[in-house]
Structures are given as structure tokens and as C-alpha cells.
């Protein structure tokens, strides 16, 4: 089990940037891998960005170019995204994933999240 915490949402102008930060209760590198996602109102959570073990990344295409997922070594227990030139339709509940492989299944972890919101 590991247990997520969010921080650093809140409100920004478009253009502007901001740093999400996820803690979690134990060393992530035992993890398989950890990620972002995003929930908009009236939508479905959506895939943000991945980052794992090993360090390979994944970002959603609306997001590339602007948002940076990683992992600080020396704090082995957090993980960022790193948010610039924000759009108003990046405005969303973020969550903070991490999963390991428990064959057959992934067994999942969320934070309870953290709200960003961008105005025009």
C-alpha cells in the first residue's frame, strides 16, 4: 500500500505555470510507476503524464511541450509536473497515480487530488 498526497493547485492566469507536487508515503522507486491524471467537469479522468521505474516518460498529446513529469532522486518519496503555459482548458481536479504490476492485474493507488484552474 502507499498512500498519495497532492499539492501546489490553485488558480493561475493563462500563460502562466505552476508546479504540482505528489508525496507519498513510502520510496516511489518500488513502485512500477507513477503518473498524472486529470478530471474535468462533465468529462472523464484522462491521462496527463507517466514517468517509470526506470524513467521513461509519457505525456497526452494536448500536453506536450508545455508540462514536464518527474522524480526528484534525492527525495525518493515525491514526484512533480510541472506546469507551463497553461491554457483555461487545462482547468481540472489533478490526480496523482502510482501503480505496480501484480500479474494479472495493476494494482492502483490515487491521491485525493488537487484543483487547477486557469482563466482566460
Known amino acids: 500500500q502507499v498512500q498519495l498526497v497532492e499539492s501546489g493547485g490553485g488558480l493561475v492566469q493563462a500563460g502562466g505555470s505552476l508546479r504540482l507536487s505528489c508525496a507519498a508515503s513510502?520510496?516511489?522507486?518500488?513502485?512500477?510507476?507513477m503518473g498524472w491524471y486529470r478530471q474535468a467537469p462533465g468529462k472523464q479522468r484522462e491521462l496527463v503524464a507517466t514517468?517509470?521505474?526506470?524513467?521513461?516518460?509519457?505525456y497526452a498529446d494536448s500536453v506536450k511541450g508545455r508540462f514536464t513529469i518527474s522524480r526528484e532522486n534525492a527525495n525518493k518519496n515525491a514526484m512533480y509536473l510541472q506546469m507551463s503555459s497553461l491554457e483555461p482548458d487545462d482547468t481540472a481536479f489533478y490526480y496523482c497515480?502510482?501503480?505496480?504490476?501484480?500479474?494479472?492485474?495493476?494494482?492502483?493507488?490515487w491521491g485525493q487530488g488537487t484543483q487547477v484552474t486557469v482563466s482566460s
Open positions: 497515480n502510482a501503480y505496480t504490476f501484480a500479474l494479472p492485474t495493476i494494482q492502483n493507488f
Open positions: 513510502r520510496s516511489i522507486f518500488g513502485l512500477n510507476g
Open positions: 514517468i517509470t521505474n526506470g524513467g521513461s516518460t509519457n
